[in-house]
Nanobody
Framework: VQLQASGGGLVQAGGSLRLSCLTS????????MGWYRQAPGKQRELVAS???????TYADSVKGRFTISRDNAKNTVYLQMNSLSPEDTAVYYC???????????????WGQGTLVTVSS
């Protein structure tokens, strides 16, 4: 199983970016998917998550600005980020809770990270 994140880059404060993360490989089902971020010198934190049924949760710091969504047919999760501020600068990692066979337990998989830099 591989997660490939894309969409990061440099943007000015107030701008927008859309991150994508494709999950590929031997997959029976994908349960929760999410985005985490890690800023320099800080711990990795949850940004947003979404269940297979579409129930979402957000960190307080991004509520009203970020939107997580998923396309189950494409095994892809998205993060639309609006009104970006320099405090959002971080490496963003996608995560998926995957069952590779019906008889296997679920396991967490991580993408390689994509850098988001917001200039003031």
């Amino acid at each position: 199983v591989q997660l490939q994140a894309s969409g990061g880059g440099l943007v000015q404060a107030g701008g927008s970016l859309r991150l994508s993360c494709l999950t590929s490989g031997s997959i029976f089902s994908i349960n929760g998917m999410g985005w985490y971020r890690q800023a320099p010198g800080k711990q990795r934190e949850l940004v947003a998550s979404i269940t297979s049924d579409g129930v979402t949760t957000y960190a307080d710091s991004v509520k009203g600005r970020f939107t997580i969504s998923r396309d189950n047919a494409k095994n892809t999760v998205y993060l639309q980020m609006n009104s970006l501020s320099p405090e959002d600068t971080a490496v963003y990692y996608c995560n998926a809770d995957v069952r590779i066979r019906w008889y296997n337990p679920r396991s967490d998989y991580w993408g390689q990270g994509t850098l988001v830099t917001v200039s003031s």
